[in-house]
């Protein structure tokens, strides 16, 4: 175990292990394949209109600011804000190249009561964040305060408990792939041995969908995406009570079969 991370890794500690990984953390997702295509497709299924222009988005868990490219491809002309709590990921995101509509933000995702994300937005992307939250009721519903009536919250996620197939692949894959991986390029595999546990401890899709509602968001639904993660990662949608959501005719609709819509 290296030095500088935490023994266990809970939610109370992540963002020292995101620190520690930072700086591999691209080389290693650019290693899985479909990564970035499936978070350009979570952000897609938003639906946000024109391009974004004129809409103020959330990315929350940006770390390295992955999903926050992804975003920026699905809405271009969106102002952006995207927050994370790792320093250094979010040290590694602005060194990258960004318009000036995008800036980031040092902020717990989990309690967002900072100066820096206020208002109301039309849309929140959560890649790969509310497993790592302790309080994820008390999440959601700030995201839904936060965004206006009828606004989009999309969370990109892990979700294996519902089938037995599900957690099979993603315990193959975690012990055949990832941590080996992460131990050679990193020299410590300690924050891929609390991805494949954190993985297999968040809820159910079926669980995660009565979460999302139960907290207020309407027209809940989930897809899956395509590649070995087809049934392992989903896309969780729900809009903020309000007014009906008017669709972008020109958003682009999902590959047929995988709607898990239920
Ligand atoms: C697996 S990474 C995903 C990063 C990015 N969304 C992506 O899709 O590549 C999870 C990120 O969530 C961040 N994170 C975890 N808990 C957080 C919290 N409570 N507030 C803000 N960021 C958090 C971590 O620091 C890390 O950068």
Request: net charge positive; with cysteine; hydrophobic share 40%.
């Amino acid at each position: 175990m290296s030095p500088k991370t935490p023994r266990r890794i809970d939610p109370s500690n992540v963002s020292k292990s995101f620190d520690v990984h930072a700086r591999s953390y691209d080389k290693l997702v650019g290693a899985n394949p479909g990564y970035h295509e499936h978070l350009r497709l979570s952000a897609k299924r938003m639906g946000l209109p024109n391009g974004g222009a004129g809409l103020r988005l959330l990315d929350l868990g940006c770390g390295t600011g992955a999903s926050t490219a992804a975003l920026l491809d699905a809405a271009p002309h969106a102002d952006i804000t995207a927050v994370d709590f790792s320093a250094e990921m979010l040290a590694v995101a602005r060194r990258k190249s960004w318009p000036s509509h995008v800036r980031f933000v040092h902020a717990d995702a989990g309690e967002l009561d900072t100066k820096a994300v206020h208002g109301s937005y039309d849309g929140i992307l959560a890649a790969y964040l509310l497993r790592n939250l302790s309080d994820r009721n008390a999440a959601l519903r700030r995201f839904r305060e936060l965004l206006r009536p009828g606004a989009p919250l999309a969370v990109h996620e892990y979700s294996v408990r519902d089938a037995f197939r599900s957690r099979a692949v993603w315990t193959a894959v975690s012990w055949g792939v990832i941590i080996p991986m992460g131990r050679l390029r990193t020299g410590s595999a300690d924050l891929y041995r609390y991805l494949w546990r954190s993985v297999l401890d968040f809820d159910g899709v079926e669980a995660f969908t009565g979460r999302m509602t139960a907290v207020g968001f309407e027209d809940v639904r989930v897809q899956t995406v395509p590649g070995w993660q087809q049934h392992i990662v989903h896309t969780f949608l729900g809009r903020a009570p309000g007014v009906p959501a008017t669709a972008d005719p020109d958003a682009p609709t999902p590959p047929e079969g995988l709607d898990l819509t239920k």
